[in-house]
């Protein structure tokens, strides 16, 4: 089993910045992959940003630019650096965790951009 905690979100106003962290422990040997995801209300989950254990990084074309995904091996944590917010952002974010067997989510932290 991998467990993953979120923090970081809150309320932000447009053009505002903010950093989501995703603290992974437990089974974490073999992730494959890890990536943000999002759902706001009345809407599926979507992919934000995906880091592959390559290196590979890919965007969503809605936040390329403004958002950027990183990782911090030692750390077993996960990041999303949010700027230049949009009230279309808003939404719960959640951090995956994908291996061999299984696919892992957080509980979400809410982000919220309005004025």
């Known amino acids: 089993q991998v467990q993953l905690v979120e923090s970081g979100g809150g309320l932000v106003q447009p053009g505002g910045s903010l950093r989501l962290s995703c603290a992974a422990s437990g089974s974490i040997s073999n992730i494959y992959a890890m990536g943000w995801y999002r759902q706001a209300p009345g809407k599926q989950r979507e992919s934000v940003a995906t880091?592959?254990?390559?290196?590979?990084?890919n965007y969503d074309d809605s936040v390329k630019g403004r958002f950027t995904i990183s990782r911090d091996n030692a750390k077993n944590t996960l990041y999303l650096q949010m700027n230049s917010l949009k009230p279309e952002d808003t939404a719960v974010y959640y951090c995956?965790?994908?291996?061999?067997?299984?696919?892992?989510w957080g509980q979400g932290t809410q982000v919220t951009v309005s004025s």
């Open positions: 995956n965790a994908q291996k061999l067997g299984g696919s892992y």
């Open positions: 880091i592959r254990s390559g290196g590979r990084i």
